[in-house]
């Protein structure tokens, strides 16, 4: 959530949350915007820093970090008028690089590639917002190396926002086996006869979405992280029509 605030002095980011109301407990990283340009994550909270920047953005368990991170270099290369191979180019590559990791098409050597060029980029762009973008790249990497990495060596989004990592799925307990959702999938990846309980197929499945309307029962849900239990195959249905 994006937050205007008003501190040009030495303060903390708790003294901060404090003021807007916000309840530091719930968040994961706040987003001071540029010229600060930085995470700052809970366990840092409490250190005294001077705040320049004139808005602050912060993110809880729902936020996924390499979506964030993507979000704050295309704020910083719009920011910019800067043409430089470093500034441009470079902001350009690494949002290319994380737009890839969170639709979901990063490569395990994605990662390695910003980890390169960022120090170079830094150094070498002629524009503030190029370094600035840069050193959000490295110090994201750095906070949140983990959580983005999710998205390429395990193919999920740990948080269960990013939408080409979620998954939907058939509850048997809702399931009547009535085959609407099977006449509505063009991908043919939903198994199911009827009174039995229909089963997608996640290899097939392109997540288009439009067995989630058809279904009268609500038994299609979408899933990020978590994954509710499903039988491999249709099952007879424990509900009745």
Known sequence: MDH??????????LDVLASLGVDA???????????????VTPDHFGDELEVTATALR?????????????????????????TCTFGHEGGYQIATILGDICTKKGKPSDLALIRDLAPVMEAQALCDEGKAIARAALQGLELFGP??????????CPAGSCKAYMTYHVLVSRCTGCGKCLKACDDKAIMGKARFVHVIDQRKCSQCGDCLPVCPEKAIVMAGAKKPKTPPRPIPCKRKK
């Open 147 to 156: 959580e983005v990495e999710a998205h390429i060596t395990k193919k999920t």
């Open 4 to 13: 205007q605030i008003n501190a040009s002095s030495s303060t903390t980011t």
């Open 58 to 82: 912060t993110y809880d368990a729902g936020d996924c970090m390499a979506d964030a991170l993507l979000n704050v270099v295309n704020e910083l290369r719009m920011a910019t008028e800067c």
């Open 25 to 39: 407990a719930d968040l994961k990283a706040v987003w001071y915007a540029f010229p600060m340009a930085m995470f």
